[in-house]
């Protein structure tokens, strides 16, 4: 049925060029089905979440002006050395209580109800941004509005405060939050050495700026 010519050509008999071409269209149809059998099949409208409707057409983004810039532009700093002084008068609070845990338990959650909760959530992180009033109360702002920050930090989560000239040094930062009552506390992942000290005495990290880790999320 099958035989080879002098130039290596393949030639098929009649009655096997049949089986052949029947048996293609087998497989054709094999695979068309077997490719939607795993399609994902389109859930009816009714059983969409918002979450899944959010996420199946994503909205629009529209990039920055080019000329945009932020609000720390053309400012000048602090010089490394008169950021990083720590105040000696104060005690050393290297030691830190360990991070809170967290408590993972998805047992018994009803998601769509989690979903509606979390809706109504206000926005995190709350941003705060100081006005020219503000920094010239220096660390009585923050004394002043204790109770507020802290009842917004509990309601947001996570407060985002910006242009504070205070909070420019090591020292500021640890003035900010002592008028806070605040107890700092070890980095959740500081074993891991995600995250180094800008002054472990006065238990200020620094930012995750490491390059590698630009992908990663951590929550």
Partial sequence: LIALDREGLLFLSPSFTNRIMKLSIALSSLLASSVLAFSPAAPASSHYTKLQLSTASPPERT????????????????????????????????????????????DGIDVVKAQEACAKMPHSPLEVRASADDNAKGAQYFTDNKEKLRAELLLHGAIWFRNFDLMQSVQGHRIMYEALGLDPCLDPLHSSGLRKFASERDALYEEVNKPSLRGHYIG
């Fill in 63 to 106: 990039a920055p002006d080019a000329g945009a810039e932020p609000a720390w532009e053309g400012k000048t700093g602090l010089a490394p050395e008169e950021f990083m002084t720590s105040d000696m008068s104060k005690p050393d609070a290297s030691g830190m209580w360990e991070c809170p845990l967290t408590r993972w338990d998805s």
